[in-house]
């Protein structure tokens, strides 16, 4: 336990101060934002959001894959979420990744080769906001009204450019 120490200490901290118990699992700007799991982003600063406006799903690379899609059919159906907001970000490691490298790291580390682990790299950054659009905009588990939108975020400037293909469905 104790290379997680700070994270009790931390959450003793938190608890002694706990403003959320009155939150609804609903938020509050009825928005979900998928971004990326790098440690530069925060969306609810970003946004000028706190906790309780909106929901957050993170992976590498910000990419809508099928887990995110089973999270967003979730956050539309059940919990009020009327629109979309896809942030990817300037500098992503999803953009530098040399594949082979790392299965090679891995299979290292591991014993195991990730051949089949799909990465979901992003070779084109306007090409991958525009596909992971479309993957939201045409899932038939997400109803006609749905607002989906793409952004990308410059880590060195905190500006967000929205991407031109934002679609209402």
Avoid: W
């Amino acid at each position: 336990m104790d290379s997680f120490r700070d994270l009790a200490d931390g959450n003793s901290a938190y608890v002694a101060e706990f403003p959320n118990a009155e939150l609804s699992a609903i938020p509050h700007k009825h928005l979900a934002v998928v971004t990326c799991m790098d440690c530069r982003i925060d969306p609810l600063a970003i946004f000028g959001f706190k906790v309780g406006d909106i929901h957050v799903m993170r992976n590498a690379g910000a990419r809508i894959t099928p887990d995110v899609l089973r999270s967003l059919i979730k956050s539309v159906n059940q919990l009020e979420v009327d629109r979309i907001a896809i942030l990817h970000h300037t500098d992503c490691g999803a953009a530098k990744i040399d594949l082979p490298g790392l299965r090679a790291k891995v299979l290292a580390a591991t014993g195991s080769d990730p051949e089949d682990v799909e990465f979901h790299l992003i070779g084109d950054q306007a090409a991958a906001i525009a596909a992971d659009i479309e993957a939201v905009r045409t899932c038939p588990y997400l109803p006609v009204g749905t607002a989906v939108a793409g952004f990308l975020y410059d880590v060195t400037t905190g500006v967000v450019h929205p991407h031109e293909s934002t679609f209402v469905s």
